[in-house]
C-alpha cells in the first residue's frame, strides 16, 4: 500500500491562496488515482477534486471549479491542491487519499489509503 502525508494546512484570510501538498511511499505511486476531501466539524467528509495517474484527467467539485486546483508529479510522489480565492465556507480539515488503479474517483469508498489530514482555517 501507499502511504500519504498532507502538508501546508494553515490560517488564511477569506480571498486568500493556500497550497496543499501530499508526499506519498511505499508501492508505485504512478499506479494511484490521487484524491483531495475535507471534512467541515459536524459535516461529512466531501469530495474535493480527484486526478488519474498521469494527470490527464481532473474532476473538481462544483464549488471549488474556477478556484482549486490539483496537480501531480510522479517523479517526487507528490500531489498539490492549488487554493485560490478561498471562502470561510472551505475552512475543514482537508485530507489527501489515493486509490489504486488508474482512473479518478470521485467516490470516498474508491480511496483505501487516506492521510491523517491538515487543517485550513479562512477568517474572514
Known amino acids: 500500500q501507499v502511504q500519504v502525508v498532507e502538508s501546508g494546512g494553515g490560517l488564511v484570510q477569506a480571498g486568500g491562496s493556500l497550497t496543499l501538498s501530499c508526499a506519498a511511499s511505499?508501492?508505485?505511486?504512478?499506479?494511484?488515482?490521487m484524491g483531495w476531501f475535507r471534512q467541515a466539524p459536524g459535516k461529512e467528509r466531501e469530495f474535493v477534486a480527484t486526478?488519474?495517474?498521469?494527470?490527464?484527467?481532473?474532476f473538481y467539485a462544483d464549488f471549488v471549479k474556477g478556484r482549486f486546483t490539483i496537480s501531480r508529479d510522479n517523479k517526487k510522489n507528490a500531489v498539490s491542491l492549488q487554493m485560490n480565492s478561498l471562502k470561510p465556507e472551505d475552512a475543514a480539515v482537508y485530507y489527501c487519499?489515493?486509490?489504486?488503479?488508474?482512473?479518478?474517483?470521485?467516490?470516498?469508498?474508491?480511496?483505501?489509503?487516506w492521510g491523517q489530514g491538515t487543517q485550513v482555517t479562512v477568517s474572514p
Open positions: 487519499a489515493a486509490a489504486y488503479g488508474s482512473s479518478a474517483s470521485m467516490a470516498k469508498h474508491a480511496y483505501a489509503n
Open positions: 511505499g508501492r508505485t505511486f504512478s499506479n494511484y488515482a
Open positions: 486526478i488519474d495517474w498521469s494527470g490527464a484527467t481532473k
